[in-house]
């Protein structure tokens, strides 16, 4: 039996967001800086052609530094099929992109002709247009750490408000830990940057206190997914709903299958892999499997798999779980037992490593939809009373 594929770990990637344990004193964090503007042959992106549902499907792949707010939405709209290219398409411009973008956005004008809502309309299309712009070096967004939908509000958010598209962090504080909870609070990641730098100059003991322990928590969970938030994520997403995920500054196009979670595959170096279309995302480390357009795990013809290296053997065994439960599906045409197996069996990891660190008794433990406060499949509610910006 051949190993099956597995996706290489990121958590080294030099690429990913990284807190800074020691914050520079001074003014408050201001807006990261943007991508520089691609050159011209980066303007061109290779389509990947799968059978989704039956049906040929473009996908964009991208290059090393391409465009992924842009490329998550479009394959989005391509997946629902509320994009078209022509069948024998194999390049596409960015310029392309935005057509289609820009024409999916049109057809969102309500059928209602009341004067307001085409007002209102109007200045959305207006606010989008002078966002589109953004989408090809990168959009501001700051998470808050209270819900894998709470962001705070930017002008950017209105593209994903107007075409319906989720969108999804898993950087959530652990309600199992009451001084984070208290230390985070419901600040987002700038407020909390410039919370630390504060509470580090302050004379007060207890403050300072707290600033250490919200820079714990980002040092401790600096790969931007914690179980908690994993949970959550699982839980919120809707069985069958295409998503755009957040983290580490990459947008991902995200889907839930039978109750697993799956990003797609758009690196441009598997653009002759038709088995390798998923990406499962069920370890907060980043290690994962690679799965065909049927979320079946991929396998290498004659070799062994490329194997990441294990961190840890108890988030081996979760994720040797996993994969067991996926060949038993592909195997044995059952569906997979319950998502919350496995992430009953990460939230036990998480108790253990809680029960070391702390000798008191740790509070209850809360299913990921209780633990939220929300029910699974809640549509997201979005505020718009702030504008910060960016997650450095």
Known sequence: MTAPIHAPSRRNDPSMTQ??????????????????????????????????????????????????????????LLLQWKVKLPPQKEVITAEELMAHLGNCILATQPRDTSEGLQLNFQQNI????????????????????????DFEYTPEC??????????????LVDPQIPEQVQAVG??????????????????????????????????????????HGLCELTARAREGELGVFFRNNHFSTM????????????????LHEEGVVWESLHSVDGDSCFCDTEFHLSHAPGKDGATAATPDPRLQQVDQDYMVALSLQQGQGQDPPSVLSDLELA???QQEEYQQHHPHPAPPQLLPAQAGGRPAGERRQRQRPDLDCTLL
């Open 126 to 149: 207006s606010d989008t247009m002078t966002v589109l712009p953004k989408l090809s070096t990168g959009l501001d967004v700051n998470v808050r750490f209270t819900g894998v939908s």
């Open 186 to 227: 419901k600040l987002s990641y700038n407020q909390l940057v410039e919370k630390i730098i504060t509470c580090k100059q302050a004379s007060d003991s207890s403050l300072v206190s707290e600033g250490l322990v919200a820079e714990q928590f980002l040092e401790a969970t600096a790969s931007q997914l914690t179980f």
């Open 347 to 349: 939230r036990q990891l």
């Open 19 to 76: 807190y800074n344990p020691q914050p520079p004193l001074g003014p408050p964090p201001g807006p990261a800086p943007r991508a520089q503007p691609q050159s011209r042959d980066e303007d061109f992106y290779c389509v990947k052609w799968i059978t989704w549902k039956g049906e040929r499907t473009p996908v964009v792949t991208q290059s090393e530094n391409g465009p992924c707010p842009l490329l998550a939405i479009i394959n989005i």
């Open 255 to 270: 889907i839930k299958h039978k109750g697993h979670l799956y990003l797609l595959v758009t690196d441009q170096g598997f």
């Open 158 to 171: 209105i593209v994903f408000d107007l075409l319906n598209i989720p969108l999804y962090h898993g950087w």
